[in-house]
Each structure stands twice: as C-alpha cells, then as structure tokens.
C-alpha cells in the first residue's frame, strides 16, 4: 500500500500568555516564563507552588454555556485547542456534503477529568450532599475530549484516547499520524489536554519529590531544564491541537500547509517505573529516523523532553549523543517547559506545535533560566536565546514518560 504524505494544516492551543498562536511562539522565542505562583485557599493546608495557569481562558466564551457545561476543565481546554485548529486549517465546523466518516480523532491525556471526580469528592465529604450531578461520568470520563470533538465537528471515524502519562499526546499524535498515512483516515484531529491543579493530583507530586520549589518572587524562573542548579518540574494547565491532512488533500482545497510530520516510534524500558534509561529513549529516537527515512545528519533542532528533575535530564542528553555521536555535540536542543511547564498528558501537544513553528518560521527558540549547564548534560549544543538565521530542515519531539514509555515525533519543513 503506498504511504501517503500527512501534513500539518491546523495548529491551535489555549496559551498559557493569554493571546494567540503567533504571541505564544513569540513570547517563547523571547524566553518569557508563563510559570507563576499558585495559592489556594484549601484547609488545611492550601497549595503553595510554582505552576502555569491559563486565567485569560473563559470556557463560556470560548465554547457557549451549553456546551462548557457538559465538559471538565481538561475536555474545555481539548475542545478550544480543536476548534482553533480546525479554524485555522480552513475547515468548516459543519461537513456542507462531504463525508467526513473516514475523518477521526485521537487525543491525549493523563489524568481525563480529574477535577470532575474531585469537585463530587467535596460535594459529598465536604458539604454532605448525598447525590452528584447526573453529568458526573460523562464530566469525568477519560474519552471525554474526543468525543465532544468527534461530535461537534461531525467527525464519524475513530475517536480515541491515549493515557500514557507524559507520553499521552505524542503517542495520539503518531497514531493519528499513521492513520493518515495509511489511508485509513483523510483528516485526523489530534493533540492533548490535562488540567493537573486538582488538589489531591499536585499534592501527589509534591510527595514525589520532584517539583521545583518556589514563591511570588521566584516561581517564574524555578523550572530550569539542565541547570546545575535546577529543582524539578513545573506542572501547568492547557490543552494543544493539530488537524493532520492527507498531503494531496490538502494541496487540492488550498490549504496552508505549517509543516509535514514525517516519523514516529515507541519504545518502553521495561525496567523501572520512575527511572528512565537512555537505552530505551535511544531506540525510539532511532525507530522514528528510520520511520522518517531520515538520518541523523538531517535533524536540525531537537525539542528535548526536558523537565528539570535531576535524574531525567541527564539520561536524555546520554540517549542524544548514542544516537548523534560526534554530530551532538552541535546539535541544537532547547528544552521550553522551562517556559510553558509540563501539561502532563498535554505536554506533547504544546511541543509538537513549537517544533513545527520552529520548522516554519526558522527560529529555534530557547531553554529559559539555564545560565549555568550541569556538566552531567553537556554534549550538545543548548540553545540559550532564540537562533535565527540557520536553515532547519527537520526536527525531532522527545516526550518519556513514568512506566518507561518513550516516543519521539519527526517532522519536516514545508517543500512545496
């Protein structure tokens, strides 16, 4: 069966500055932190940490009353990203004739609609309501996202969720990618959401012992990727979006064409929950050159998986320079949680976006804050302001999650 070209036509996210798509990326290049100090009101003991919040972001605005209410914070964020990037591919909300039943969806998520569960679990133990809303399990449901897409697009084939913790939207991402390529599907609509403030959610990762610390004045530059001084990782609200196109489709609607993803592979470690190896990272980098037929002389930018905690990073830069050898060491790598925080589930989504913006507009944006390198991840060229001026053909996405699950996307630069 001949392997059609997928490209990417739609691109939309809820950015975490408040604007649109153009000023994320912007904002980003600039190396501006949307990272801010979250205080709750919760008793006994309120949270107290660094996060990223979209307050800008109004579900009823965006989405109409009707609709917001039938969704979780997660599947909000999802359905806005969806609908922005379907917009922004130039495809009407409703079909006007054409059969879209070949036309699907497959979404990320870690945690689905947590803040549902929590908000009944307050209800009931905090108030003693002895009911919940009816709408509790659709609210709360992990396929929740997908299927309000699926619904409000018309979209009649696959609808689907991946949970494979940080993994969840690249892995939505690839899926959805060889759907389109295979023929299986003409458009798929893919990308991740996750909303991880639930009380019980972050005081669970704070029992982890790998979130970075920080107050009013400090919490905007506490994530910091490779930093011999860094903390841990920072955890933030949002959701992100791309429409993947069959090529030919594409190119017979008119349709702006932001980049061609072009590779994908999955690996698991298969050893540990929680440490990851660079053994297994090295073979998912490798299955999606091969994927991608590309090599490695052909990847120009790597959108590393960079969380700041002490163990990730440098295992990442190990599995880096296996895989590049000499090249590594100018190889460019920028990390951007630094700057957008870690989505969780979502967190693939946001970078995708930022790879194939780079592709684009040919500028790599930076790791904020990384002022002084930890010598255990030295090896490759970190980017530390935005570069410009250097030809970027291709570019690769890591994203490694706990339970040892790595996958890595390729994507390529518009040749028309």
């Not at 590779?263 to 991608?292: F, K, W």
Request: glycine content about 12%; some cysteine.
């Amino acid at each position: 069966m001949r392997q059609r070209r997928v490209a990417i036509t739609g691109l939309g996210l809820v950015s975490p500055y408040g604007g649109d798509l153009p000023d994320f990326f912007a904002r980003l290049c600039a190396g501006e932190s949307a990272v801010s100090h979250l205080l709750t009101d919760d008793v006994p003991r309120p949270l107290s940490m660094p996060f990223v919040t979209s307050p800008g972001f109004d579900p009823v605005v965006a989405l109409g009353k009707p609709l917001a209410s039938m969704m979780d914070r997660y599947a909000q964020f999802g359905m806005a990203a969806a609908f922005s990037a379907w917009d922004d591919a130039g495809l009407p909300r409703k079909s006007e004739g054409e059969c879209r039943n070949n036309w699907g969806v497959a979404w990320g998520t870690a945690l689905g609609g947590t803040m549902a569960y929590e908000h009944g679990y307050r209800e009931l133990w905090q108030r003693g309501r002895e009911r919940l809303s009816p709408l509790t399990v659709v609210l709360g449901m992990n396929n929740g996202a997908n299927a309000h897409i699926s619904i409000q697009l018309g979209l009649g084939g696959v609808s689907m969720s991946h949970t494979v913790a940080c993994a969840s939207s690249a892995i939505a991402i690839g899926e959805a990618f060889r759907r389109v390529r295979s023929g299986e599907a003409m458009i798929m609509v893919t990308g991740g959401s996750d909303v991880p403030q639930a009380y019980g959610v972050a005081r669970a990762w704070e029992a982890l012992r790998v979130m970075a610390p920080g107050d009013a004045e400090t919490s905007a530059t506490s994530c910091r990727p490779f930093s011999a001084d860094r903390r841990g990782l920072v955890l933030g609200e949002g959701g992100a979006a791309l429409v993947l196109e069959d090529w030919d489709h594409a190119i017979a609607r008119g349709a702006r064409i932001h980049g061609e993803l072009v590779g994908y592979g999955t690996t698991c470690d298969h050893s540990h929950l929680v440490r990851p190896e660079a053994e297994g990272q090295v073979r998912a980098i490798q299955l999606t050159l091969a994927d991608a037929g590309l090599s490695t002389e052909d990847i120009d930018y790597i959108n590393a998986h960079g969380t700041a905690t002490t163990e990730g990073d440098p295992v990442e830069i190990a599995a880096l320079q296996a895989v590049f050898g000499e090249r590594s060491a100018s190889l460019p790598v920028s990390a951007t949680k630094s700057m957008h925080g870690h989505l969780l589930g979502g967190s693939a989504a946001i970078e995708a976006i930022v790879t194939v913006l780079a592709l684009r507009d040919q500028v790599i944006p930076p790791t904020a804050h990384l002022y002084e390198l930890d010598p255990a991840c030295s090896g490759v060229d970190h980017v530390t302001t935005a570069r410009h001026g250097r030809q970027l053909r291709a570019a690769l996405s890591n994203s490694f999650a706990f339970g040892g699950s790595n996958a890595v996307l390729a994507f390529r630069s518009v040749e028309l």
